[in-house]
Every structure is written in C-alpha cells, then in structure tokens.
C-alpha cells in the first residue's frame, strides 16, 4: 500500500546536507519539554525597519539579507502571548458520538423529519434543466477550450438524464433509522418538513491506516455553490454586502446553539458564487469561509494552508509512522442569509495536562531562532525554487498539535511562534502559509514548508 511521505521527511534529509544553525534542529519533539534557550545566530544585516508598537499592537516592518544571502522582508502583525499560565495539554482524537450527532440534529432539524437519502437524489427533471443551461451557455461561447469544457458537460448531464428517475418516482420521504448513527461509517440524512428538503446532515468515520478522518457537515437547503480562488489582493473583496465581524457572530451563535467551546475563529476566506455550468464566478462575493480552531487557556491553533500529510510521514516499519492526518478544525460558510454550511473535522478530547505553566522564549528569542533557521533553510535555492524571498506577514503566538512518540491517535499542543506569510506554493490558493514554526518551549524548529 502506497504510503505519503511528508516535507517533514524530506526536510531531515535536506538538514543533513546543508550546514546547521548553531544549535540541531529537532523535529517534532515529544519527548521532553525543557526550559532550553533558543538556536542563536548574528543579528539581521541590512535591516531596513524596525519594530514599533501601534495602537493596534507590535508590528515589525523590516528587511535584509541573511549572512548567507537569503532576502527577508518582514511586515506582520505580532500576536504576542496572553498574560497568565501557559500550558501544555495532551490531547486524543475522538468520534462524534450518537449522542452528540442526536443532540445536534434536535438543534440542526427544527422540527423537520429525518429521510434516508435516495439511492438516485437528482431527478429527470433536475438534469433536464442542467442540459438547458449547459446548451445556452455552448450558444454563448466562443472560447475553444471553453466549449469543449461545455459540451463534455453537455454529454454528461445528457447520459445522467436518460439514466434518471422522474421525479413522481423518487421516494424522498423514507425515514431514516437513526439506529445506524455509531454502528455506520458513513451517514446521509436530508431534513425535509412539509414535503420539501430543507437541509442535509453528513458523517464520516474513516479509520483505515491511509487516512483517519472524523467528520459532521450540515448544510441547509438552497445552498449556493461558491468558490474562495480569488487572491485576497483582488479589489473585488472589498465589495462584500456584510462585514467579517457580522459574519463571526453569527457563525459563533451557530456554535452556541449546538453547545460547541472551546473554539475561536482564527482565519477567513472571500467567497464568490460560481456557477459551476459554465465555470463562471460572479464579479461581486458573497460569503465568508470562517476557520474555527481549538484554544489552550484563550490561545487557539492558527490556520493555514496545509498538506494532506500534515500530520503523516515515514513508513509503517519505522519508529516514527503515523498515517495522515488533518488537525481539528471547523469550517463554516456565512453569506447574507446566515450559516450555509458547517464542518467539523477530526475532533480531540483533553486527555492530561504535560506542563501546567511552560516557560516560553520571548519574541526576540525567537526572532533570533528565525533567523538563523531560515538562513540555512532558504539559502539553497534549488530547494525552495529559484527565489528564496521569505516574506513574513504575520507573527503570532499559538499552539499547534505535535505528534507523541509511539501513538497514532495522541498529541501534544504546544506553544509554537508562527511565522505565517506567503510563497510561490501557498498563493497558488491564496492563502497564508506557515513558513516557519518555532517550538516556543525550547526554540527549536517543529517544521517548515
């Protein structure tokens, strides 16, 4: 069975042939959480900014070379640590159990019946309209590589529709068994109330060893289809109907009606409508991707871009295998009308507290640490392509899930600077990448795209 290696991987090879900082590097480290000093290295060179301290909080605004000639241009937002304890806490992946997934439907369903979804959901009717729109759209087209795109569309939703039940045939109404809930892998229920469907409820429990995957999803009826592949640059963002702050209260009310803590927003997206016929976005967004993640004592995991690897490498005949795995979040969709869908994926549970007070380095520490990282990291440019430009646009101070030795389904949060930014990679879906995280308990490198 074919296993995924991660950058982790690669990246320890790579350590190996380039000179190192000062202090080795250690990659995910579980083993013990000292009170260690950080890597050390030569202060920046041809510093071009300084750090100041706005109303809104730190910035830093600087750029230079590294001693081995890599260009950093810093121009982030500090998120500095909170006042008060910083711990360390182990936590366990875990399913949705019946009951939570119970206690959630009787808030998601509103009165609406629980069907099982048919075999064939779309009708004869449904495609019918698709091959209409789909043969305008052909009418209006001049693009070559567009109207093949159409006209295999065209094919496709013309051999749906011949293989498609009418609608009169289609029972929508079967109830659903909610026995099933903990016994099945895979669960789909549609809400439907006065003979109309006016929602949907999907779970997921995928545990073989390629890639464990817990996940609920709710999504109302009616649901637009949108899209979030628009660089945030775009003027167009600015033109949304709704502010992010609206579309974080009513995302966070969302939570509090099915009883959900502990979490806290932490990154959004721009969404546009695209209609996915003629691969057309609308010229106006629409919706916020709102990320929620898990918080230790107020500090949540920051988001970003990742790999399907996150949390996979190595072989299974290795000491240090694990299968992939994606760390908890929850994802939900706010448009005019309110919450349009809601994931949650691989959900943790608190198992023990490792340190209830863990000593951190400071910013300046581990700005130190950055640099001397980044400075073997980037300096080969056949490695990271041909510009080695670290560009940092934010700074923050959280925790991020570390793999614990010999466990497939344990992990530590810890305390990690983030220095989030941009590169060729991560702007290929606009969005904000980790390009280096620092083990705040001992300064030592955790990973690096």
Sequence with gaps: ????????????????????????????????????????????????????????????????????????????????????????????????????????????????????????????????????????????????????????????????YNNAKPESEINRDKPFDVNKIGKKNYLNIVLRKDGETVGSIQTMQETGDDFPRYVFEYAPAGQQTYTGDVDPSDPRTEQMPFSEQEAVEKATAFLARLGITGMRHVYSEIMFRHNMVVHQIEEHPGAYRLFFTRTVNGMPKPHYWIKAWQMGYSEPDKQEYRPTWTPEYIDLLVDAQGVRSFRWQNPVVVSEIVNENASVISLDEARKAFDSYIDVLRSAGEYFGDDPTVEITEIIFGYEFVPVRDSLSTFDLVPCWFFMGYDAESNLFHTRGAQLILNAADGKLLQSN
Excluded at 59 to 73: A, F, L, W
Excluded at 106 to 129: H, I, N, T, W
Aim: charged residues 25%; glycine residues 6%; negative net charge.
């Design 1 to 160: 069975m074919k296993r995924i290696i991660p950058v982790l991987l690669s990246l320890c090879l790579f350590l190996a042939c380039v000179p190192t900082p000062e202090e080795e590097p250690i990659i995910n480290r579980t083993d013990a959480y000292e009170n260690v000093g950080a890597a050390t290295a030569d202060g920046p060179q041809n510093v071009t900014g300084e750090a100041n301290e706005p109303s809104g909080g730190l910035r830093i605004d600087e750029e230079y070379t590294t001693p081995r000639g890599v260009p950093v241009k810093i121009h982030a937002d500090v998120t500095a640590p909170m006042p008060g304890n910083i711990p360390i806490v182990r936590v366990e992946t875990c399913t949705f159990s019946k009951e939570q997934i119970l206690a959630w439907i009787d808030v998601l369903a509103e009165g609406a019946s629980l069907c099982e979804q048919p075999k064939d959901p779309f009708s004869r009717e449904y495609y019918a309209g698709c091959v209409k729109n789909t043969q305008e759209a052909i009418e209006g087209e001049t693009d070559p590589n567009e109207l093949d795109y159409l006209e295999g569309t065209l094919q496709y939703y013309i051999d749906a």
